[in-house]
């Protein structure tokens, strides 16, 4: 495809290094002539200077050939503008647009409701807001991804000295979860990221990603010896748009909820908009006001204000004066790949999910969504298996996937199956397949059409 991407920020430049590394005609549009100018230098696509709100930068970056725009600057109103001339100006087909408002999104729908296009709106805000609720229901995971209409459940935890899985290769995952069926999915080491083949060690210090069925959940974890909260107990450090939507969510499955506010006005919309929640005003690294929070009682301390250090900060402070678990939301992405790494027990970054987000949206034959882990290291694919497909009617342990990619999950009408090597793939089932990012171009022509 021919593809245009407005914005050369960290989420731009991550999107046009993976598209034209799939073999797509990337144009990336960026209106900071000296960012242009060094994108122009350090990526393999063609750079355009100029705003990608109007018609003329569009134009020039190939839009009305295109078969495919990006917008996905930091600006919602950039965004929205570009979004609305590659629509409506150029016919674009496929329109994905990056929003993070919910009212700039809904006025966005509403002109766009007669475009004969494809319109999408990606809001990575609300997409952490589903994470942090999800991650919420698993103690102990790290991150976790949902698949197959939710069906399925992709979830890391870090390995400790005396786990039952430690110093045990990968096939050994069947022996413990006879009755649960489970997959070792990816496995993070330090700095190195693998999906594993059978004989593949578990070590101590590793983050294991395991696939389960969700309805597995509470044998799965009774067998890692996780309980679930069944009393949630949050507080939430912010009163931006994640916390206080995170805040109605949890109200909403009778949760106890503490927002803390930084300032007064903030923490007085918070109170109106909240009726039922406590709300407490001031610094959220102030230890003496997380104390006056019974901080120690927290099951879950969950830092979403705007200042993304601060979260990290307040995160560490909150598991130092004795929350069970502390979430933190954070978008720089050294820190962001500090998963495991700090006392904090999840990291939520809105720019690996508005990547993810955009990228289960392009185009593709067959692809039903697509999703990142660790970092944009690893990636899932859920895809359907068609006749004319290289996968159809094969039998799973002699597929000739590469190295570092394996089938993790099929669903055939109904049924959910976390597959044995065994199993065959049959024509219309929905298969989820993992691979290390340098494997999707393979990936992709190995499915077919």
């Known amino acids: 495809m021919q593809i245009v991407i407005v914005g050369g920020g960290q989420v731009g430049t991550t999107l046009a290094e993976r598209l034209s590394g799939e073999g797509h005609d990337v144009s990336l549009l960026e209106r900071d002539p000296v960012l242009a100018a060094e994108l122009q230098e350090s990526l393999d696509v063609r750079v355009v200077e100029g705003n990608g709100a109007t018609a003329d930068a569009l134009r020039r970056a190939g839009a009305a050939d295109a078969s495919l725009v990006l917008a996905c600057t930091d600006s919602d109103e950039a965004n929205f503008v570009s979004g609305r001339v590659a629509a409506s100006m150029f016919k674009v087909p496929h329109v994905v647009v990056r929003l993070r408002d919910p009212a700039h999104e809904e006025a966005f729908q509403e002109l766009s409701r007669h475009d004969a296009v494809e319109i999408v709106c990606v809001n990575p805000e609300a997409a952490a807001v589903d994470k942090i609720a999800l991650l919420l229901e698993v103690p102990g995971a790290l991150d976790i991804e949902s698949f197959l209409d939710g069906e399925l459940l992709v979830a890391g935890f870090p390995i400790g000295e005396r786990s039952e899985f430690a110093e045990r290769p990968v096939s050994d995952m069947r022996l413990f979860f006879a009755e649960t069926p489970s ?253 290390t990012t340098d494997l999707t171009a393979k990936l992709h022509d190995f499915l077919g059409s």
């Open 183 to 435: 997959l070792v999915v990816a496995i993070a080491r330090g700095d190195l990221v693998m999906v594993p083949h059978g004989a593949e060690m578990i070590c101590a210090g590793d983050i294991a990603y395991f696939a389960l069925a969700r309805s597995d959940l509470a044998a799965f974890l009774e067998l890692l010896d996780q309980e679930r909260d069944e009393q949630f107990n949050v507080m939430i450090a912010g009163a931006s748009r994640i916390g206080l939507a995170l805040a109605r969510r949890l109200q909403g499955r009778e949760a106890h909820v503490t927002l803390v506010a930084s300032e007064g006005e903030a923490a007085q919309r918070a109170a109106e908009a909240l009726p039922g929640a406590l709300v407490v005003q001031g610094p959220v690294t102030r230890a003496a006001l997380l104390e006056e929070g019974e901080i120690n009682r927290v099951s879950t301390f969950v830092a979403v204000t705007d200042d993304h250090e601060t979260n990290l900060v307040a995160g560490l402070l909150a598991k130092r004066q004795g929350a069970r678990r502390a979430f933190a939301l954070v978008d720089n992405p050294a820190l962001a790949n500090l998963i495991g790494e700090t006392a904090v027990d999840a990291i939520i970054s809105p720019r690996l999910l508005a990547i993810g987000l955009t990228l289960r949206h392009i185009p593709r034959v067959r692809v039903h969504s697509m999703a990142a882990l660790l970092g944009d290291r690893v990636e899932m694919i859920e895809a359907e298996v068609g006749r004319g497909s290289p996968v159809c009617r094969a039998v799973i342990e002699k597929l000739a996937l590469p190295r570092g990619a394996l089938v993790i999950a099929v669903r055939r009408g109904t049924k959910l199956l976390v597959p044995r090597g065994q199993d065959k793939i049959e024509p219309g089932d929905r298969m989820l397949l993992v691979a």
